[in-house]
């Protein structure tokens, strides 16, 4: 029996070096595309900063807290990035993000106001006529390059998610001995936070949209969307089932991480509110149950059953898929609001103070004769109350938290 000899040393040798050339190749393209990126972007936000930051500071064209509500900290970012670019052209990567990352604040500043820029912006070219020709004349600069304001303007949001794909990839094709692994590694960290931000931001600003288009559908003032910390998940047509049997009719349902709010088309024959819907019930779904009456069979369509402290509701959908979809929206929002309420309730008990010893000590004690005979003075008092059949009711300790969570529970809002 003989056995074929493995791979010697030198070609295991020759493999590893291999791949160690392969990872280099790999991090030499892509310092080399990060620094050319750079070199673009630098130039990009100096002519933000020159031909209107500057300039509109100079000119007075626009007052100083609009302009700095439209340009927020774009010089301050412009001077950070001269410094990295200089670190950068001369190799000094993991050198250039360290002194980088600390300054990622003005990034914060700039990612949080981004938003409000936009508007700012809208509305001054939209009423500020000298601000709109000054505009206009400084993107015909043929530096500019057909680029316009709007667009340099979210280059500072669109270079971060740049940075975390160039972060990443130096640091995968870096060897751990490298002494620039761990500054760019720490690097990584530090762009993937403000990543998320910028993420969070963009989630809360859609959710906005998505209320605020809602609370436009609605006609009046009566139904209110818009509320700290809700958020839109869905909305759609399904048929409420009536209790005594009538025939189901079609209703607008909009879905909120809070409630679901029931409306109904309003006549298409009305002058203003043709193509509007009139809230009828805004449910709570803090003490909501929801299950599926046969809605988890193949068969067409189903019927979803919700239960609410004092009320119930059958919904349903010809659409399989619809009403799947349904379902999970409302387990997954009723169960996030419940885990919510949990957390905040043991938040509450860790609050509480606790009863010091001293505290103890200030129980009335039997040992002391004048406390003893105040006690016991008390007691005869009642009981001769109890005789004379004038003692009064006392209501139970459990009776007020049952009647305040009672009175605070709502089982539907009627709109």
């Not at 963009?202 to 959710?207: K, M, S």
């Not at 209320?211 to 139904?223: A, P, S």
């Not at 709010?261 to 024959?269: N, T």
């Amino acid at each position: 029996m003989s056995f074929s000899p493995g791979p010697s040393g030198p070609l295991g040798l020759t493999t590893i070096q291999e791949q160690r050339e392969r990872w280099e190749r790999k991090r030499s393209r892509t310092a080399k595309e990060l620094v050319q990126t750079e070199q673009r972007y630098c130039q990009q936000l100096e002519l933000v900063t020159t031909y209107f930051v500057e300039i509109l500071k100079a000119k007075g064209t626009l007052k100083q807290d609009i302009r700095e509500s439209i340009f927020s900290s774009i010089k301050a970012i412009h001077s950070v990035n001269q410094s990295l670019l200089v670190h950068l052209e001369n190799g000094y990567f993991g050198r250039g993000f360290d002194q980088f990352c600390p300054q990622l604040h003005n990034y914060n500043m700039y990612v949080d106001n981004i938003y409000n820029a936009s508007k700012v912006l809208r509305i001054q070219l939209k009423k500020n006529k000298a601000f709109r020709r000054f505009k206009e004349l400084q993107e015909a600069r043929p530096e500019f390059n057909n680029h316009k304001l709007e667009d340099l303007l979210q280059l500072p949001i669109q270079r971060i998610d740049q940075y975390k794909h160039f972060l990443q990839d130096l640091t995968a094709n870096t060897s751990p001995d490298n002494p620039e692994f761990q500054q760019l590694s720490r690097a990584v960290t530090a762009v993937c936070v403000v990543s998320q931000r910028i993420h969070n931001n963009n989630q809360c600003h859609e959710n906005h949209l998505q209320l605020c288009r809602v609370q436009k559908l609605l006609k009046g003032r009566k139904t209110k969307v818009l509320a700290a910390g809700r958020w839109y998940i869905r909305e759609g047509w399904l048929k409420m089932v009536p209790p005594k049997g009538a025939d189901a009719k079609p209703k607008m349902f909009f879905l909120f991480s809070d409630m679901l709010l029931q409306a109904k088309r309003c006549s298409p024959l009305h002058p203003i509110n043709g193509d509007k819907f009139a809230g009828q019930h805004a449910y709570p779904l803090q003490d909501c149950t929801v299950e599926k009456v046969f809605g988890h069979t193949k068969s067409q369509g189903g019927l979803l059953s919700l239960t609410f402290p004092k009320a119930k509701l059958l919904l349903m959908s010809s659409n399989q898929e619809d009403l799947n979809d349904w379902y999970e929206s409302l387990s997954s929002a009723i169960r996030k609001l419940q885990s919510k309420t949990v957390v905040h309730q043991r938040d509450e008990l860790c609050r509480r103070p606790l009863r010091s010893a001293g505290d103890c000590h200030n129980t009335p004690s039997s040992s002391d004769p004048s406390r003893k005979r105040n006690m016991v003075s008390a007691e005869s008092a009642e009981q001769t109350q109890k005789w004379e059949g004038s003692a009064p009711k006392r209501m139970k300790q459990s009776d007020a938290p049952e009647q305040s969570v009672e009175a605070s529970t709502s089982s539907c809002v009627i709109l």
